[in-house]
């Protein structure tokens, strides 16, 4: 061999001497070999052996319990692996998820936020790791489709196996809310029932409690808003329920009976309509200042009554006029003198004139908006739009030439509504739901299409949601409060 090949070939040589050195060193020293690139089935190997010498049998002989767990368990897992190198397992079966059960001694799981689950059992010395996986898509190659691997990713890294946030695509657990439906509703179902199972006497019973307990003690009516509890959850909304009678209770002497106390964002505050806002953000001693000194409690009642008396009058015009309802529209206040005596003028007015007939104007509303506004018909509610100084002389006029057209608008809308509600009840039908709604403010052709792909894809969620209680939203996540799932109007199967 030439000095040159002897040269060349020594940095080769203390490299492969190094790298045999470094191999055995540094496990012992607590590194584990897991690069961010390392996602391939060499990888995925190594984790699940050292998974298998984590939940092995034999290492459970004293439990017999944790034993025949793990023994199921581990041939579910390679039922899951075998159904990546196939596609006949999608064809001919339903999607269900697969629910592994694992003992390990205490201390070796990770602590990952649900989904994964883990959870202590009464075995001493023994933890129960639970954890739903959807259904594996077919690898088809000698590697595992991108799915699987994050799927496995999820289980490797509930039992405390290293390099499982690799496989899950990034370190630690992966988020609560995947986009994929197959990679949500498995966990989310299962922490839905778990929220379910344990409801009774829990923060939203209790909570309800308090809620009762308030209108029958001080006759006020409490609320959270929905912003609030979405953010927060039932524990701290019920915390939420627990300072405002502490703070009720300092106030011994204050008069609220009748008074809507509402929890949300912002400043403390009277609105027009006599309801009190309380800063949910504040501390109790801030709710004490508010309504012990700040608050002017006669004013809050004169416009409680007032609101009342508007909520009489509006009736009145509404059956005087022949319209299903009289309501405000923009920029005009139910303490708004315009208002009031716009619904004094079409009460007197419609006296005087020949009466509607019956059936007229069915569905139709009338929408007040602020003096000087424009008037017209919005088609799409089936609603007449008319500003509150318009003459007494032109009100049965304007509302007889649009109110037919309004009229039309307002049956075109129940049509409409009612195939909309037939399309829930035929997915409620199919997907065996305890019911299904559709989130504020999500358009009704955004609520149409997911219900569509719903019953597209209904013999492989079935197996998944029914039973459940499902929101049509802008994102998928949990509604522990409401006991309910959201899932995403575009979601992806």
């Not at 020594?10 to 191999?23: D, E, Q, R, T, V």
């Not at 499902?470 to 199967?493: H, P």
């Given at each position: 061999?030439?000095?040159?090949?002897?040269?060349g070939?020594?940095?080769?040589?203390?490299?492969?001497?190094?790298?045999?050195?470094?191999?055995?060193?540094?496990?012992?020293?607590?590194?584990?070999?897991?690069?961010?690139?390392?996602h391939?089935?060499?990888?995925?190997?190594?984790?699940?052996?050292?998974?298998?010498?984590?939940?092995?049998?034999?290492?459970?002989?004293?439990?017999?319990?944790?034993?025949?767990?793990?023994?199921?368990?581990?041939?579910?897992?390679?039922?899951?692996?075998q159904?990546?190198?196939?596609?006949?397992?999608?064809?001919?079966?339903?999607?269900?998820?697969?629910?592994?059960?694992?003992?390990?001694?205490?201390?070796?799981?990770a602590?990952?936020?649900?989904?994964?689950?883990?959870?202590?059992?009464?075995?001493?010395?023994?933890?129960?790791?639970?954890?739903?996986?959807p259904?594996?898509?077919?690898?088809?190659?000698?590697?595992?489709?991108?799915d699987?691997?994050?799927?496995?990713?999820?289980?490797?890294?509930?039992?405390?196996v290293p390099?499982?946030?690799?496989?899950?695509?990034?370190?630690?657990?992966?988020?609560?809310?995947?986009?994929?439906?197959?990679?949500?509703?498995?966990?989310?179902?299962?922490?839905?029932?778990?929220?379910?199972?344990?409801?009774?006497?829990?923060?939203?019973?209790?909570?309800?409690?308090?809620?009762?307990?308030?209108?029958?003690?001080?006759?006020?009516?409490?609320?959270?808003?929905?912003?609030?509890?979405?953010?927060?959850?039932?524990?701290?909304?019920?915390?939420?329920?627990?300072?405002?009678?502490?703070?009720?209770?300092?106030?011994?002497?204050?008069?609220?009976?009748?008074?809507?106390?509402?929890?949300?964002?912002?400043?403390?505050?009277?609105?027009?309509?006599?309801?009190?806002?309380?800063?949910?953000?504040?501390?109790?001693?801030?709710?004490?200042?508010?309504?012990?000194?700040?608050?002017?409690?006669?004013?809050?009642?004169?416009?409680?009554?007032?609101?009342?008396?508007?909520?009489?009058?509006?009736?009145?015009?509404?059956?005087?006029?022949?319209?299903?309802?009289?309501?405000?529209?923009?920029?005009?206040?139910?303490?708004?003198?315009?208002?009031?005596?716009?619904?004094?003028?079409?009460?007197?007015?419609?006296?005087?004139?020949?009466?509607?007939?019956?059936?007229?104007?069915?569905?139709?509303?009338?929408?007040?908006?602020?003096?000087?506004?424009?008037?017209?018909?919005?088609?799409?509610?089936?609603?007449?739009?008319?500003?509150?100084?318009?003459?007494?002389?032109?009100?049965?006029?304007?509302?007889?030439?649009?109110?037919?057209?309004?009229?039309?608008?307002?049956?075109?809308?129940?049509?409409?509504?009612?195939?909309?509600?037939?399309?829930?009840?035929?997915?409620?039908?199919?997907?065996?739901?305890?019911?299904?709604?559709?989130?504020?403010g999500?358009?009704e052709?955004?609520?149409?299409?997911?219900?569509?792909?719903?019953?597209?894809?209904?013999?492989?969620?079935?197996p998944?949601?029914?039973?459940?209680?499902?929101?049509?939203?802008?994102?998928?996540?949990?509604?522990?409060?409401?006991?309910?799932?959201?899932?995403?109007?575009?979601?992806?199967?």
């Open positions: 061999m030439s000095s040159a090949s002897k040269a070939g020594l940095p080769s040589m203390l490299y492969l001497f190094c790298k045999g050195i470094l191999a055995s060193a540094l496990p012992r020293l607590g590194f584990v070999r897991c690069a961010s690139t390392e391939g089935p060499d990888v995925l190997k190594s984790a699940l052996r050292d998974l298998y010498r984590l939940v092995h049998p034999d290492f459970f002989h004293r439990h017999p319990e944790a034993r025949a767990a793990n023994e199921r368990s581990f041939k579910l897992l390679q039922e899951y692996l159904a990546t190198k196939t596609h006949a397992h999608q064809e001919q079966q339903p999607a269900v998820p697969y629910r592994f059960i694992f003992y390990l001694k205490d201390g070796e799981a602590e990952a936020p649900s989904p994964p689950v883990a959870t202590p059992h009464s075995i001493p010395g023994l933890k129960r790791v639970t954890v739903n996986l259904p594996p898509a077919p690898g088809g190659g000698p590697g595992h489709h991108p699987t691997r994050r799927a496995l990713g999820r289980l490797l890294h509930a039992c405390g390099c499982a946030g690799a496989l899950a695509g990034g370190a630690g657990a992966p988020p609560l809310a995947p986009r994929r439906l197959r990679d949500f509703l498995p966990a989310a179902a299962e922490a839905l029932h778990r929220a379910a199972a344990g409801a009774a006497g829990g923060p939203a019973d209790q909570a309800a409690a308090l809620r009762g307990a308030l209108r029958l003690t001080r006759g006020v009516s409490a609320s959270v808003a929905a912003a609030v509890r979405a953010a927060r959850g039932p524990a701290a909304v019920l915390q939420l329920y627990r300072d405002l009678a502490a703070a009720l209770a300092a106030l011994p002497g204050l008069d609220l009976a009748g008074v809507a106390l509402a929890l949300r964002p912002g400043r403390s505050t009277l609105a027009p309509d006599g309801r009190v806002g309380l800063d949910s953000d504040a501390p109790r001693a801030a709710w004490v200042a508010f309504l012990g000194a700040e608050l002017d409690v006669a004013r809050c009642a004169a416009l409680r009554a007032l609101g009342r008396d508007v909520r009489r009058l509006e009736e009145s015009a509404a059956a005087a006029l022949g319209v299903d309802a009289v309501v405000r529209g923009r920029g005009i206040a139910t303490a708004d003198p315009a208002y009031r005596e716009f619904l004094d003028r079409a009460v007197a007015v419609a006296r005087d004139a020949r009466r509607p007939r019956r059936g007229d104007y069915a569905g139709v509303s009338l929408r007040v908006g602020a003096p000087g506004s424009a008037q017209g018909v919005d088609a799409a509610s089936g609603a007449v739009e008319l500003p509150a100084d318009l003459p007494a002389a032109s009100l049965i006029a304007t509302l007889g030439a649009l109110g037919r057209s309004a009229a039309q608008g307002a049956a075109r809308r129940r049509q409409a509504d009612a195939a909309l509600a037939g399309l829930a009840r035929q997915v409620e039908r199919r997907l065996r739901l305890r019911r299904l709604v559709r989130e504020d999500l358009a052709a955004r609520f149409r299409a997911a219900c569509q792909r719903l019953l597209q894809h209904a013999s492989s969620l079935q998944l949601v029914g039973g459940l209680a499902l929101q049509i939203g802008l994102t998928n996540r949990l509604l522990l409060d409401r006991q309910a799932l959201c899932i995403a109007w575009d979601f992806e199967v």
